[in-house]
């Protein structure tokens, strides 16, 4: 009896502790990066391998990356694996709308009986389980954009409105602070989302033109907020990729590479393949540990995924991903004239 009384204040003492020392960038993140890689190449079994080693790292994980996994298991005829269930459930606790698991994703195990005992076992309002959310701390939250572009979409906006913009642009940042005070950072835990694929934040846009104004040599006395997001990002209330964007943004000599793909048009002719901006060696090198040490994967790898998504529009993965695609028109000596700081994509070796 002592010895059973002695493990579960051995549990007691550990947990938090282990919950403490949690640093997603080095135990989640890199595993995300790798199950995301074999996804893209079909590759189901290695990708489940990496997800699941990812979630169990932590005490919770993402919900894009919780769906991953599922495609994976159904991919490979895991319907009665506990864990299939278990990850349906962490979806459920983050409020996922109901809408979502009605997709043809699970028309294969949506008689299952584990299936129905999930969805008795939670009570759903307008479609969401809200037990473990916090909504009205989302919709708080939410109204931060209706404010943040109450005065910047009026006529005139900075010119005429300036003033009125950058004090309610503090008011809403000093209400942010005492919210990650109060309830901790804003995470998809505390209150929520909607969807997986969900890539909006409810207050990005607020966080956004922060940073951007704070990039400004006039404005740089405004508090330096990266301490607060590289702690969300470290702890798993953040996504590396939105966290270091804002980062990025803020500090120009933090840099994380450039996330556009270019194409070239020549006149009535569009070049074969994706460039980037060419970069040296010891440039990818700083790049790479910019991204690592904030838990974005290698710009290589970013690369990668880029290609797929581009060729895969319709795809149903969820990858982690910013950037996009820009296409430089211009007359033929235009374009011979910039090609040469471009390098094209190799599929294969980049």
């Known amino acids: 009896m002592k010895h059973l009384v002695f493990l579960f204040l051995l549990q007691i003492l550990i947990n938090p502790l282990f919950a403490q020392s949690t640093d997603f960038t080095k135990l989640y993140h890199p595993q995300i990066n790798q199950a ?49 269930y278990d ?27 584990r299936w129905d005992w999930l969805f008795k076992k939670y009570e759903f309002t307008a479609g969401r389980c809200l037990t473990f959310i916090n909504i ?64 909006r934040i409810p207050y990005s846009i607020v966080m956004h033109h922060y940073f951007q104004r704070r990039s400004n040599k006039e404005w740089k006395y405004l508090t330096d907020m990266s301490p607060m997001i590289i702690s969300a990002i470290k702890k798993g209330a953040l996504k590396p990729q939105k966290g270091s964007y804002w980062i990025a943004l803020q500090n120009g000599d933090f ?65 982690s991903q910013r950037g996009g695609i820009d296409t430089w028109h211009g007359d033929a000596a235009f374009i011979n004239e910039i090609l040469p700081y471009f390098s094209r994509l190799d599929i294969e070796n980049n």
């Open 136 to 199: 009205e701390l989302y919709n708080e939250l939410r109204n931060f954009a209706k404010k943040d572009q109450k005065f910047r979409i009026k006529e005139g906006s900075y010119e005429v409105h300036g003033d009125t913009i950058y004090k309610i642009d503090s008011i809403l940042m000093e209400r942010f602070k005492t919210i990650v005070q109060e309830y901790g950072y804003p995470s998809e835990d505390i209150i929520g989302i909607e969807y997986p694929e969900e890539n």
């Open 255 to 319: 840099h994380l590479g450039s996330l556009t793909l270019t194409k070239f048009q020549s006149d009535d002719q569009l070049l074969d393949g994706l460039y980037v901006e060419k970069i040296s060696i010891d440039k990818l090198k700083e790049i790479n540990q910019n991204r690592l040490s904030i838990g974005v994967p290698l710009l290589q790898d970013f690369y990668r995924k880029a290609i797929f998504l581009q060729n895969n529009k319709e795809t149903a993965y969820l990858l």
């Open 36 to 84: 995301e890689l074999a996804l893209i190449k079909s590759d189901y079994s290695a990708a489940l391998k990496h997800y699941q080693t990812a979630f169990a790292n932590v005490e919770k994980g993402f919900a894009s990356d919780y769906h991953n996994a599922i495609t994976c298991m159904l991919k490979l005829k895991k319907t009665k694996s506990p864990k299939l």
């Open 87 to 113: 990850y349906i459930e962490m979806l459920i606790k983050k409020g996922v709308n109901y809408s979502y698991f009605e997709t043809d994703l699970y028309n294969s195990i949506r008689n299952n009986k």
